[in-house]
């Protein structure tokens, strides 16, 4: 079923701004992107533009480990987990079985219903690991 959704030039020149980008980006950085592109964009039309897209699912959200808001148009449909190096940015999607079961599991042991969860790892990439000293 299509849902009436506003499909604004901002909200266009965001998604496609966002799909250039192979790992998660700020609100900011996407801004600059744009910016840099030429647009009169504003941030808050940015962060808006985002959020949106996010909630239509239509790209991935998740908080840095510093607290920041980052987004991502994933290739992946549905509900899946990410992989990030904190370093380069490079992020892998990832299903997660084993995630899956334990959260219904536990919620369901305490009695919660719909439930939602969020688990996205952060670390160091092999590139930008740096060389064992063996
Ligand atoms: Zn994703
Ligand atoms: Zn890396
Ligand atoms: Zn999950």
New binding site residues.
């Given amino acids: 079923m299509e849902q009436p959704r506003r499909n604004t030039w901002q909200r266009e020149a965001v998604r496609a701004a966002l799909a250039e980008k192979r790992g998660f980006v700020s609100a900011q950085d996407l801004h600059q992107v744009l910016r840099e592109g030429g647009s009169t964009i504003g941030l808050a039309t940015v962060y808006r533009a985002l959020a949106g897209l996010a909630e239509m699912g239509e790209a991935d959200s998740l908080q840095s480990p510093e607290g920041e808001n980052l987004f991502r148009s994933c290739a992946t449909q549905g509900?899946?987990?990410h992989l990030i190096c904190r370093s380069c940015g490079d992020t892998r999607e990832l299903s997660?079985n084993l995630?899956?079961e334990w959260?219904q599991r536990v919620a369901a042991e305490h009695g919660f219903s719909e439930i939602e969860?969020v688990?996205d790892i952060f670390g160091l990439c092999m590139n930008c690991r740096e060389p064992a000293s063996s």
């Fill in positions: 509900h899946h987990h997660a995630v899956e959260t969860h688990v």
